[in-house]
């Protein structure tokens, strides 16, 4: 019973580098999201698909890219990574909304 | 322009008394409002949620209440248990007809309950 899958748990990145968060689900959901939560903040919407080949912006999707080639996978791509994207991300995935998360990925840029 | 707004960052409730945490929204085109439960180094946990359409949904030990016109929501559990300490977020979203997709949540900044023996 995986559920929502996110690798890796931690990361360290420089400033400028590139890296994909991934996340994966098991359940064939049609649905899922990419969210990011920063200290005294709620979880703010990156991206979401509601279903393969279909992808769409959320709140903050600057400097992150998305694509949902299976229904399965749903990787996150930073494509130059800054400061300002510190954050712990988290998956989520769901019949029709975000039903499960998956355990985040903690991303710290230097 | 905060549209969800959870105002009390911590409660504290003693074992076996009613949790009550509050939520008020801005935006009137809201129609569909959930609940997630966090824990420490974990992912939230969807707890509960209710369409516009209805002012009460109960699920066992939580209920949500919609007031409309105040714009407000409210999450009691009753009756509390030491494993209900987490942070509880409030989300809102638009959605199409009852079983539409929710696509884009917007959460509050969460509630840190504390359940005391």
């Known amino acids: 019973n995986a559920g929502v899958t996110q690798t890796p748990k931690f990361q360290v990145l420089k400033t400028g580098q590139s890296m994909t968060l991934q996340c994966a689900q098991d359940?064939?959901?049609?649905?899922m999201s990419w969210y990011r939560q920063d200290p005294g903040m709620g979880l703010r919407l990156i991206h979401y698909?509601?279903?393969?080949?279909?992808?769409d912006q959320g709140e903050v999707p600057n400097g992150y890219n998305v694509s949902r080639s299976t229904t399965e996978d749903f990787p996150l791509r930073l494509l130059s990574a800054a400061p300002s994207q510190t954050s712990v991300y988290f998956c989520a995935s769901g019949r029709n909304q975000p039903q499960h998360f998956g355990d985040g990925t903690r991303l710290s840029i230097l | 322009d905060q549209q969800v707004k959870q105002n009390s960052p911590s409660l504290s409730v003693q074992e076996g008394r009613i949790s009550i945490l509050n939520c008020d929204y801005t935006n009137s085109m809201f129609d569909y409002f959930l609940w997630y439960k966090k824990y420490p180094a974990e992912g939230p946990t969807f707890l509960i949620s209710i369409s516009s359409i209805k002012d009460k949904n109960e699920d066992g030990r939580f209920t949500v209440f919609l007031n409309k016109s105040a714009k407000h929501l409210s999450l009691h559990i009753v009756p509390s248990q030491p494993g209900d300490s987490a942070v509880y977020f409030c989300a809102a979203s638009r959605r199409r007809g009852t079983t539409g997709t929710a696509s884009k949540l917007t959460f509050g900044t969460g509630t840190r309950l504390q359940v005391t023996l």
């Open positions: 359940m064939n959901h049609e649905y």
């Open positions: 698909s509601v279903g393969a080949g279909i992808t």
